[in-house]
């Protein structure tokens, strides 16, 4: 089985300068345009049997741009969304390091942003979602999965087994990782391919 997992295009959020998380901002048109490159590049070198999406406006949007040029189902997961930051959803970078400011030494990876999610409840979101997609759709060969940047990263880490630390897998606009289970093996053919924008 092959893993195609891509990051929404350009959101109305990244202009900004707020926290985006869960709030749930359209494509920019900009980032309307990514996702049909993407579609285009994935049609002619990597076309998914299904996609897998989060519902939120920006990856569902990417979503539906590439089953438009592919062609094949689509179905929507709530564990493919962002990271829950609660109270900061929305607000302005100014604004939430005043209101909301990061407890000195940063937040403990158990306790949860007020009205959020906690690092480790987000990382067993992704394990789940990844096990379900290796268990249930074991006869698919291949997936695109279409998500947000802070989802993908612990996805990968999932993939790879690593641990919960403080690093991550960055992924630009409509960035594309390509993983592959074989069997007991699992193999990074490529992350963060980002080729279809130039």
């Given at each position: 089985?092959?893993?195609?997992?891509?990051?929404?295009?350009?959101?109305?959020?990244?202009?900004?300068?707020?926290?985006?998380?869960?709030?749930?901002?359209?494509?920019?048109?900009?980032?309307?345009?990514?996702?049909?490159?993407?579609?285009?590049?994935?049609?002619?070198?990597?076309?998914?049997?299904?996609?897998?999406?989060?519902?939120?406006?920006?990856?569902?949007?990417?979503?539906?741009?590439?089953?438009?040029?592919?062609?094949?189902?689509?179905?929507?997961?709530?564990?493919?969304?962002?990271?829950?930051?609660?109270?900061?959803?929305?607000?302005?970078?100014?604004?939430?390091?005043?209101?909301?400011?990061?407890?000195?030494?940063?937040?403990?990876?158990?306790?949860?942003?007020?009205?959020?999610?906690?690092?480790?409840?987000?990382?067993?979101?992704?394990e789940w979602m990844l096990h379900h997609v290796l268990y249930e759709y074991r006869d698919v060969r291949r997936i695109a999965i279409v998500s947000h940047g802070g989802l993908i990263s612990n996805l990968i880490k999932a993939f790879l087994h690593q641990p919960n630390g403080?690093?991550?897998?960055?992924?630009?606009?409509?960035?594309?990782?390509?993983?592959?289970?074989?069997?007991?093996?699992?193999?990074?053919?490529?992350?963060?391919?980002?080729?279809?924008?130039?």
């Amino acid at each position: 089985m092959e893993l195609v997992i891509i990051r929404h295009g350009q959101s109305e959020a990244d202009l900004l300068g707020v926290h985006e998380g869960r709030a749930d901002f359209p494509l920019t048109e900009l980032g309307r345009k990514q996702a049909g490159k993407m579609a285009v590049y994935l049609a002619e070198n990597l076309p998914p049997d299904l996609i897998l999406a989060s519902p939120m406006k920006r990856a569902s949007a990417t979503a539906r741009v590439l089953q438009k040029t592919i062609g094949c189902e689509i179905q929507y997961y709530d564990e493919l969304k962002e990271y829950n930051n609660g109270v900061l959803a929305g607000l302005s970078k100014k604004e939430a390091a005043i209101t909301h400011p990061l407890p000195k030494g940063g937040r403990p990876a158990h306790i949860p942003i007020q009205d959020g999610e906690s690092e480790l409840e987000f990382r067993y979101r992704a394990e789940w979602m990844l096990h379900h997609v290796l268990y249930e759709y074991r006869d698919v060969r291949r997936i695109a999965i279409v998500s947000h940047g802070g989802l993908i990263s612990n996805l990968i880490k999932a993939f790879l087994h690593q641990p919960n630390g403080k690093f991550a897998f960055s992924t630009g606009d409509t960035g594309i990782h390509l993983l592959e289970q074989q069997e007991d093996m699992r193999f990074v053919r490529f992350l963060n391919r980002q080729d279809h924008l130039l």
